[in-house]
């Protein structure tokens, strides 16, 4: 069975300062990852989307994401956070062989001081 | 291209009351998800077809809520009779059969049961 963990529930950060939110996985075979942000009251929009070839991945908004196989993660990362990206962030893994539904971490909810 | 939409946004009903949600996904699109994200929870996997036929619904508690795409196109999720503890946000997302499995989510229902 598919499982994602997110170890941080919340994360506050100073504007223009690096974000990193963790995400572990346990899947049997290589998994199809994405993280997903979603405001508030809104529905969730794709970040960025791993399959397979080249492991650091870029997204949408500046954020890029790096598959460890070695370590079961995917973690995503920004270099610099504008207040726009407070928001809620979910890691989610996929799979053909699982009927290709999501299972999602529980979110983290990042912050942004000004 | 449209994105998937779903009815209502906000719906509040007293506990054992039913409700019906409404979904319409991307063109095209042949597997429906329906997902339920309770507050400070990532969304969990109620059912998932393809066309019109139900692919997975383990997660769903059949003894009160039921789903149906008739057509394979349009979906409807019912609640009945609503718990307080239905209290959620219900997501519906589509994705392509074809290629890989990233799916698109719809802004979502809120769901207050008092």
């Known amino acids: 069975a598919q499982s994602v963990t997110q170890p941080d529930i919340h994360i506050t950060v100073s504007e223009g300062a690096s974000l990193e939110l963790r995400c572990n996985y346990s899947y049997g075979a290589t998994p199809y990852l994405f993280w997903y942000v979603q405001s508030p009251g809104q529905g969730l929009q794709l970040l960025l989307k791993?399959?397979?070839?080249?492991?650091l991945v870029q997204g949408i908004k500046g954020f890029e994401a790096e598959f460890k196989r070695s370590q079961s993660s995917f973690n995503l990362r920004k270099p610099s956070v504008h207040w726009s990206d407070a928001a809620e962030y979910f890691c989610a893994v996929g799979a053909r062989a699982a009927g290709n539904k999501l299972t999602f971490g529980g979110g983290t909810r990042v912050l942004v001081k000004p | 291209e449209a994105g998937v939409a779903q009815s209502p946004r906000y719906k509040i009903i007293e506990k054992r009351q039913s409700v019906a949600f409404w979904c319409n996904p991307i063109?095209?699109?042949?597997?429906l998800y329906w997902y339920q994200q309770i507050l400070g929870q990532g969304p969990k996997l109620l059912i998932q077809?393809?066309?019109?036929?139900?692919?997975?619904d383990s997660q769903l508690p059949k003894d009160r809520f039921s789903a149906e795409r008739l057509k394979g196109v349009d979906s409807t999720l019912k609640i009945q009779p609503a718990k307080l503890e239905d209290s959620a946000v219900y997501l519906c997302a589509s994705s392509s059969m074809t290629g890989r499995v990233e799916a698109f989510f719809g802004q979502g229902t809120r769901l207050t049961v008092v």
């Open positions: 077809f393809q066309n019109n036929g139900v692919v997975d």
């Open positions: 791993y399959f397979s070839g080249d492991t």
């Open positions: 063109s095209g699109h042949a597997t």
